[in-house]
Every structure is written in C-alpha cells, then in structure tokens.
C-alpha cells in the first residue's frame, strides 16, 4: 500500500485553485473556459489561514521552494517533514543543518523503500551530514510514503505535490496549500507522530556501517541528483 496525505479545502481559497487550474488550461490551448462560471461567491470557512502556492517551469523562480526555505530558516521550535522523494540541493541541505544548530527539533520521515531505486538511493547519500549535524531522520516501513507534509512551530502546515528534489523545483507544475493556524498543524502533528510509530529510526553508528554495496549505490545515484 501507498501512504499519502489529502486535504480538502472550502471557502475563498478555492478561487486560488481554480484560479490556477484555469492558468494550466489556457497554456494546453484547451477550449477556452468562461471564468464567470467557476467563480461563485463563496462564504468564509474556519479559521486558518489558508494560501495556494503554486510553481511551473515557466516562473523565474519557485515561490514554494523559497516559501519552504522561508519556513525553515524562521522555524524557532520543530520543523517536521515527511517527504516522498528526498533529494535536496545544497540550500535545503545548510538550511536543515542550520535550523537543527540553533536548537530547532528537526525530523524528517522519508521512505524506507520506493518506487524509485535512484531517488532512494541520492536521498540517502545525504543522510551521514544530516545525521551528523543533528538532524533526526526515520524511514517509513509497512506502506510506500508518498506524502508530502510538513509542519513548523505548530503553527505553519504543509500539504501538497512537491517533493524535495530539483525537479519538483526547476521542471514540474506543482501546486501545495501553505495553512497557518494551530488547530490545523495539531491534526498535521498527529499524523506525523502516527507515522514515525510506524517508521525506523536511523541511528548514526548504524547507519555508518552499512554495506560497501549501499555506499556505492549512493554515490551513484547522487551523480545524477540534479536531474531527479
């Protein structure tokens, strides 16, 4: 089985989805869609906050790497990640390194196996630093992660397509709903906390002794790290 995460949204953020949906069909030169048509008025629900973040190919940069970046970089208690595909640039890698420095409880969950050999592989070449630099990281067993969540200082959430990888960044349509509000980001924890009662924690002295094989596999896969 596959682990993953969904949120339904309702109220005036939704406009920003279909806002979005309608900027992706326009550039496939689809028939053209009336927009009077998916634009009701739409009354306020709950109390988050709630903001789409998307990302194409076409922009100069991408907004949710910079928000994510954000995220961590202002993070003052816990930042909390589960992610599918795991292969950070040098950025993400300082700024993980630099939240767990300061004191900052740094967890990531990422998968124990997956349906990509090579991503597997290049994510885990970055563990040693990581772990080293104090940085928790658990590996999921039983079910394919595929979420990808995170959660700050019980206040900030994540949920959406992004992974923490150069394509997700620099090639692919991306679309995550950023949520600020602490009732929200306790719902988020509590799948987090479900999900590291069901994953392997990777210990540093262990994980030094791993194969010659894995090691090889590693370096391999982080060769190409750029283009997954």
């Known amino acids: 089985g596959w682990r993953d995460s969904h949120v339904q949204i309702d109220g005036p953020a939704v406009a920003e989805f279909q806002k979005l949906f309608l900027e992706t069909w326009k550039k496939q030169e689809s028939k053209p869609l009336a927009e009077?048509?998916?634009f009701p008025s739409v009354a306020a629900q709950g109390e988050e906050?709630?903001?789409?973040?998307?990302?194409t190919p076409d922009d100069p940069y991408s907004?949710?790497?910079?928000?994510?970046?954000?995220a961590i970089t202002n993070a003052q208690k816990q930042v909390h990640i589960a992610n599918a595909y795991f292969v950070p640039d040098p950025q993400l890698v300082k700024a993980l390194l630099d939240a767990a420095d300061r004191g900052v409880d740094v967890k990531l969950i990422l998968p124990g196996h997956s349906d990509s050999a090579i991503v597997f592989h290049a994510g885990r070449s970055h563990?040693?630093?990581?772990?080293?630099?104090?940085?928790?990281?658990?590996?999921?067993?039983?079910?394919?992660?595929?979420?990808?969540?995170?959660?700050?200082?019980?206040?900030w959430s994540?949920?959406?397509s992004s992974n923490l990888d150069w394509r997700s960044a620099l090639d692919n349509n991306e679309i995550?709903?950023?949520?600020l509000g602490a009732g929200f980001a306790q719902k988020m924890q509590a799948a987090f906390e479900a999900?590291?009662?069901?994953?392997?924690?990777?210990?540093?002295?262990?994980?030094?002794?791993?194969?010659?094989l894995m090691r090889i596999k590693e370096a391999s896969a982080r060769l190409v790290g750029r283009l997954l």
């Not at 772990?131 to 067993?141: A, D």
């Open 127 to 155: 563990y040693t630093e990581l772990l080293e630099g104090g940085v928790k990281i658990y590996e999921r067993q039983g079910a394919l992660l595929h979420s990808k969540t995170a959660v700050v200082d019980g206040v």
């Open 36 to 38: 009077k048509n998916y």
């Open 158 to 160: 994540c949920v959406g």
């Open 195 to 212: 999900d590291i009662a069901a994953s392997e924690k990777i210990e540093l002295e262990t994980w030094k002794r791993r194969s010659l």
């Open 176 to 179: 995550n709903a950023v949520i």
């Open 63 to 70: 907004l949710m790497y910079l928000t994510f970046i954000s």
């Open 49 to 55: 906050i709630v903001r789409a973040v998307p990302s």
